[in-house]
């Protein structure tokens, strides 16, 4: 490969490299000349990210025409019996940790690259040692499509332990988080970094996590620097150092490692994610993905709930794109492990995803962040359900909705029915109060013909004892006239009798025989 192909290739990758200037710099300076080791050169300077790393040198490696390779005049693998140094070929360091390194390297028999792993001659103590071959074993017997497979435990040629397994093309989940925080923050989002995308990341992921925490074993440093996205946005876990199977009795951390017995911290992680700080117990993991019973020293007690309360952390940071524990702190790191103890997480404001977020989210994040473990999801499968459901907007299993957001659903879902039904209940109301105000006005005219009826009955009841009133009137009007003449001829007998006029008394009257002629 010349300059110019690099350059090609550099360019195709994103790579801002004056090649040229750059290759004359290295030449001059080492004395080398010689393109592959100025790939080395700039992956070591981090010029070249290992995504492209990977790319240009599996490139080189393969111009090789691969069917000469395979038919060249070679004993057979099995009886070359080759030293693990020839038959793997070591390139670039891909990543280096406190412990230990993963390299790229080139399987000589399969023709393939591989990633190998190997623990540092200084660190080779021997629990380290089990630590190191136990995670090499646990991650070859998981055998899922999102979990990398291992292919070969091998040693080092100063005797350390290392393993081979399959070499991932892309960049870790941690990368993808802080480049959509990027875009979000230029309010530039990309297609493949959306909300949706980031979550459908998120489920692969899960969907290994259950096939593991199935097979009894607790990853325990979950966190997106040990997910790695392919580039056909494959997902891979990654790290299974710290994993832990369950119902199996785990060997107490050796004071020599870190210390006295007091004071033991074993922490997972590199730069600013990793902080020292003397505790009483073996806390294993990083501290900012850590579940309340995890960042307690609980390691030896924790069960499925505890990976799934960090992958409910591993979702808020993917929905949001704000660390769950460290929010916006980056420099209060001594905050860290009190807020993972007290279960604190960084308020989910949907400012910060640069979309809109359903609300469901928001609730299932709550649900698998729980404080007490038995008030979490039991199953990661039940975390994929909501998580599904929340993206179409169905309801939930783990949180149950109320009547008003059961109401608020079901217009979302069917506005046609549920504003058809509204009209139709409407219309009965509207009709049933039509059929209330004819009854009333019915039973008003009712009640005013009976009124009319009596009020007619009255008045010519009235008119009758009034007519009978003045008959009486003229009949009493006729007797007192009568009487006042009888009176005043009375009064004139008896002033001056008529002669030949026979007087009578009241007693006269009482006896027929004494009485005037012609009265009873």
Not at 158 to 172: C, D, E, F, R, S
């Amino acid at each position: 490969m010349d300059l110019a192909e690099l350059t090609r290739k550099l360019r195709k990758n994103g790579a801002d490299v004056d090649v040229a200037s750059a290759y004359a710099s290295f030449r001059e300076r080492s004395g080398v000349d010689d393109v592959g080791s100025f790939v080395e050169h700039l992956h070591a300077m981090g010029d070249i990210d290992n995504s492209t790393y990977i790319e240009v040198v599996e490139r080189e490696v393969s111009s090789v025409p691969m069917v000469s390779r395979v038919r060249a005049n070679t004993p057979p693998p099995v009886a070359r019996q080759q030293a693990p140094q020839e038959r793997l070929s070591l390139l670039g360091v891909l990543g280096r940790g406190g412990m230990g390194e993963v390299r790229v390297a080139i399987d000589n028999e399969l023709l393939r690259h591989v990633a190998y792993k190997c623990m540092l001659p200084e660190h080779t103590h021997e629990q380290l040692v089990r630590r190191f071959v136990a995670e090499a074993r646990i991650t070859a017997q998981l055998t899922h499509p999102s979990i990398v497979p291992v292919y070969s435990l091998e040693r080092t040629p100063q005797g350390a332990p290392a393993y081979t397994m399959k070499l991932v093309k892309g960049n870790t989940l941690e990368a993808l988080i802080e480049s959509a925080r990027l875009e979000v923050a230029a309010g530039r989002p990309s297609k493949k970094r959306r909300l949706r995308r980031r979550v459908e990341l998120f489920l692969k992921l899960c969907e290994a996590m259950d096939y593991a925490l199935a097979r009894g074993v607790v990853h325990r440093d979950l966190k997106p620097e040990n997910v790695m996205v392919g580039n056909f946005g494959e997902v891979y876990v990654m790290d299974w150092g710290l994993a832990r199977v369950l119902d199996e009795e785990e060997e107490a951390p050796d004071t020599d490692i870190e210390g006295t017995a007091d004071h033991r911290v074993l922490l997972s992680g590199s730069g600013d994610r990793l902080y020292d700080r003397t505790l009483a117990g073996s806390l294993l993991g990083t501290v900012d993905y850590m579940s309340p019973e995890q960042a307690s020293g609980l390691g030896d007690q924790l069960d499925a709930r505890s990976d799934l309360y960090t992958l409910g952390l591993i979702l808020q940071e993917l929905v949001f794109l704000v660390q769950p524990i460290r929010g916006g702190d980056r420099g209060e790191r001594s905050q860290w492990l009190e807020r993972a103890q007290e279960g604190w997480r960084a308020p989910m404001d949907p400012g910060t995803a640069g979309e809109r977020v359903p609300e469901d989210l928001t609730r299932v994040i709550d649900k698998a962040c729980a404080l007490q473990p038995e008030d979490r999801y039991e199953r990661v499968r039940d975390l994929m359900y909501d998580v599904r459901h929340a993206l179409a907007d169905e309801p939930l299993e783990g949180v149950p909705d109320g009547p008003v957001r059961g109401l608020r659903r079901a217009i979302r879902h069917h506005p046609a029915l549920i504003v058809g039904s509204m009209l139709a209940l409407l219309l009965l109301l509207v009709a049933g109060w039509g059929i209330q105000a004819w009854q009333d006005r019915l039973q008003q005219a009712q009640a005013h013909a009976v009124a009319q009826a009596r009020a007619r009955d009255f008045a010519e009841f009235r008119a009758m004892m009034q007519k009978r009133a003045d008959m009486v009137d003229t009949k009493l009007v006729w007797y007192e006239g009568l009487l006042e003449g009888v009176v005043a001829a009375f009064e004139a007998t008896l002033e001056e009798p008529a002669p030949d006029v026979p007087l009578y008394t009241a007693q006269d009257f009482r006896d027929p025989e004494r009485a005037p002629p012609g009265v009873a």
